[in-house]
């Protein structure tokens, strides 16, 4: 597979400075065809969802697209696909509407590796049910969770296991597939934080057995927004906080207020760059199989990226390597 580094740096603006942005938290920069799909967005007719009026049949299209675009990224399903304002504050959506059915004599289990984002909204909502908190450590010396350290929490009584996809600390990656089938075992549902995953390896949220999936798309050159995949099943059982008015469709009662339409276009945007970072086959090959190839590479680009990397650090004196 042909990953063409240089062909991909000219379409990010930002880099042409040539600065190396070692900031993975940070997210990654705009490529040109983002902003312009963002911009093509905000200065086409918008209005609310419809299919009456041009701008209502617009927007409705532009978000029909997005999701069609992040059930492709992740091997979802697009009538699961909700955005929100961020990863955390979709989670605490989550956590608030799933401790409704929680309380005293439930566990929630979440470990010491993950983002805050993907553990503060079940350790509050955990304590407000009345919910017992389980902690996953991991390895300091190694920064490895093990598969162990998880299954031996849980139980009869677990309701949740929160873990992340990849350490975006230490870059660390939990066994998902074998923790997923572990915590099915228990009847428990698996809320994966794949928001530094994402952007660095081909997901299938699918073979993972994840319930939900949340990312940042900022992270993998999109716009700054959140977003949720879930089963259309599993979202139908689950009642959030919303407005009368608002719809009770699934998944559009997760989605409080007007969507930022603009940056839905920018997602969509996103996902065909990533789909094309090896270019070709487009007639031939779905956008899905396309991310997977593309992911592939770019894992692969990565990882010699980090051996190159490794062995200039580990000449410079004073420097620890972990």
């Known amino acids: ?61 532009i978000t029909l697209a997005a999701r069609q675009a992040g059930a492709d990224l992740v091997n979802g399903d697009p009538r699961g696909i909700a955005f929100g304002r961020s990863m955390t504050d979709i989670t605490f959506d989550i956590a ?54 998880v299954t031996k929490l849980l139980n009869e009584n677990t309701r949740l296991v929160a873990i992340t996809g990849a350490s975006n600390l230490l870059g660390t990656r939990p066994d998902l597939v074998a923790i997923g089938k572990a915590v099915h075992q228990t009847q428990a549902l698996f809320y994966v934080d794949g928001v530094h995953l994402t952007a660095h390896a081909p997901v299938d949220m699918q073979a993972i057995g994840a319930d939900f999936y949340v990312c940042s798309p900022y992270k993998f050159l999109g716009p700054h927004i959140g977003m949720l995949a879930a089963s259309p099943a599993l979202l139908e059982t689950l009642h959030p906080d919303k407005l009368r008015p608002s719809t009770e469709s699934v998944p559009d009662r997760f989605e409080l207020g007007t969507l930022p339409y603009e940056l839905l276009a920018g997602i969509t945007a996103a996902v065909d760059v990533l789909a094309d970072l090896v270019p070709g086959d487009e007639a031939t090959m779905s956008r899905r199989d396309r991310i997977v190839r593309s992911m592939t590479a770019l894992e692969a680009y990565e990882d010699e990226l980090h051996v190159y990397l490794r062995a200039g650090l580990e000449s410079v004196p004073g420097i620890r390597l972990y």
Do not use: C
């Open 1 to 61: 597979m042909a990953y063409d580094v240089e062909r991909i740096r000219a379409r990010i603006p930002a880099l042409a400075g040539g600065v190396a942005y070692f900031d993975g938290p940070g997210g990654t920069q705009t490529p040109d065809l983002v902003a312009a799909a963002i911009a093509s967005a905000l200065t086409s007719p918008l209005s609310n969802r419809a299919r009456v009026t041009g701008a209502e049949i617009n927007a409705d299209d």
């Open 96 to 149: 608030r509407t799933l401790a409704q059915g929680w309380g005293p004599g439930d566990e929630i289990v979440v470990t010491r590796l993950d983002h805050d984002g993907n553990v503060r909204p079940w350790v509050t909502y955990a304590q407000r049910s009345g919910a017992t908190l389980r902690w996953v450590d991991f390895d300091k010396a190694t920064g490895v969770m093990a598969l162990e350290d």
